[in-house]
């Protein structure tokens, strides 16, 4: 499993991997732990080295994840879509704005985990709004 699905799963079950002032990996563990957490934590441990990589900030790497999920939306994105999205599916539309901040805020707060997290949640919900247009009769 790669360390990024770790550090993700941990995530999902409230538990915050990140990197303390020393540069050592530290995590946020609610007081009860949640049921299937000890096993990632175990393996978290063994692979401790690898999960300090993978958060540590690095600017030029938050802004190649961003460039290239814009590539990827770019690339599957249809004219039309946006404005179709915000005029008939602004459930869809309006998830964009909150993604944008959580980009932004991840990236002044120099955390790269949470800046992953916020370009793959701004893809999803663009993938959405896409597909969303393409089931239409407008796509």
């Not at 707060?109 to 896409?130: G, H, K, P, W």
Request: charged content about 25%; some cysteine; aromatic content about 8%.
């Amino acid at each position: 499993m790669k360390i990024s699905d770790i550090i993700a799963q941990l995530d999902n079950l409230g538990i915050k991997v990140y990197i303390g002032r020393q540069g050592e990996a530290r995590l946020k563990v609610p007081e009860l732990v949640p049921d299937g957490a000890r096993s990632l934590l175990t393996e978290l441990r063994q692979r401790k080295t690898e999960a300090v990589e993978y958060l540590r900030w690095d600017e030029t790497q938050a802004m190649a994840l961003l460039a290239q999920s814009l590539g990827r939306i770019n690339h599957r994105y249809i004219a039309g879509a946006l404005p179709w999205a915000a005029e008939h599916s602004p459930e869809l539309y309006q998830v964009l704005k909150p993604a944008e901040r959580r980009f932004n805020d991840a990236y002044r707060a120099r955390s790269i985990s949470d800046c992953r997290q916020a370009v793959m949640e701004y893809e999803t919900a663009f993938n959405a709004l896409i597909a969303e247009f393409q089931r239409s009769d407008a796509g």
